[in-house]
């Protein structure tokens, strides 16, 4: 797995020594609003992060590093099976409105674009209109399908 980079953001492949730092990152309640659970602590998301890493090679997770501020501010993930990518993102709640998770998504799907992939699918919310932006951003559409109260957005070569 590549690092991606942008002018302002570096897309790090996942460790678990990102845990500690990114359970700070992730520790606002409001994250969860739309998706469930609640924040972690440092020594679950590290347990966590070490199952991401082992997991299967379809499962590709990224912190995002804001170089302006030399720190991460959240990450975005692929779940790649054959030549479609199930995208995510989640900025940690103090970045948000910057464009950060715009630019994040739309690197990745330009990288996993590069990879031969060629449907990149989404699964967001109804109610979540900064999500809904990311997408458009990062070249998604809305399509009529719906799974788990979300609705499908998708983009194909």
Known sequence: MDTIETPALVLLPL??????????????????????????????????????????????????????????????????????????????????????????????VGRLMEQEIDTIVAHIHPGHAASAAVATAAGLHPTERWEDGEVLWERRS
């Open 15 to 108: 460790r678990a020594e990102h845990a500690e730092e990114m359970a700070v990152v992730l520790s606002d309640p409001a994250l969860h609003r739309f998706t469930g659970g609640a924040p972690l602590t440092a020594q679950e998301l590290a347990l966590r992060y070490e199952r991401l890493v082992s997991g299967p090679p379809g499962w590709r997770n990224w912190v995002i590093w804001l170089r302006a501020e030399k720190r991460l501010v959240g990450y975005v993930q692929a779940t790649i099976d054959e030549r479609t990518a199930e995208v995510a993102w989640v900025i940690g709640t103090p970045w948000q409105g910057r464009g950060l998770a715009g630019a994040a998504a739309t690197a990745l």
